[in-house]
Nanobody, 124 residues
Framework: QLQLVESGGGLVQPGGSLRLSCKAS????????IGWFRQAPGKEREGVSC????????YYVDSVKGRFTASRVNAQNTAYLQMNSLKPEDTAVYYC?????????????????WGRGTQVTVSS
């Protein structure tokens, strides 16, 4: 069974940066798409970025384009989300999952494995 563990969240001032990690407990990590999602208090979960199995061009939602960069190192079973120029509206719990998402934020794979999330708070 695949397990995903996020890390790297924390409190950062507006304009600051964080790098999230998503570590997988599998040696077949390269066979999984990795999606990044977030959920802010009182809001629905939304897809943020997705990086495919072959580390092609990642997809980003408009709200994070130019600020977030998704990457992966298959040899380390780890995906990353570099977040720069953070804004208060980026505050949320961030999750990684072994799936990308549709435009309505629903996961492509409803049975995908998910991490437990890491809190990102952007505040002065």
């Amino acid at each position: 069974q695949l397990q995903l563990v996020e890390s790297g969240g924390g409190l950062v001032q507006p304009g600051g940066s964080l790098r999230l990690s998503c570590k997988a407990s599998t040696n077949s990590f390269e066979h999984y798409d990795i999606g990044w999602f977030r959920q802010a208090p009182g809001k629905e979960r939304e897809g943020v970025s997705c990086i495919g199995q072959e580390d092609g061009s990642p997809y980003y939602v408009d709200s994070v384009k130019g600020r977030f960069t998704a990457s992966r190192v298959n040899a380390q079973n780890t995906a990353y989300l570099q977040m720069n120029s953070l804004k208060p509206e980026d505050t949320a719990v961030y999750y990684c999952a072994a799936t990308c998402f549709y435009s309505d934020n629903s996961p492509l794979d409803v049975d995908a494995y998910w991490g437990r999330g890491t809190q990102v708070t952007v505040s002065s």
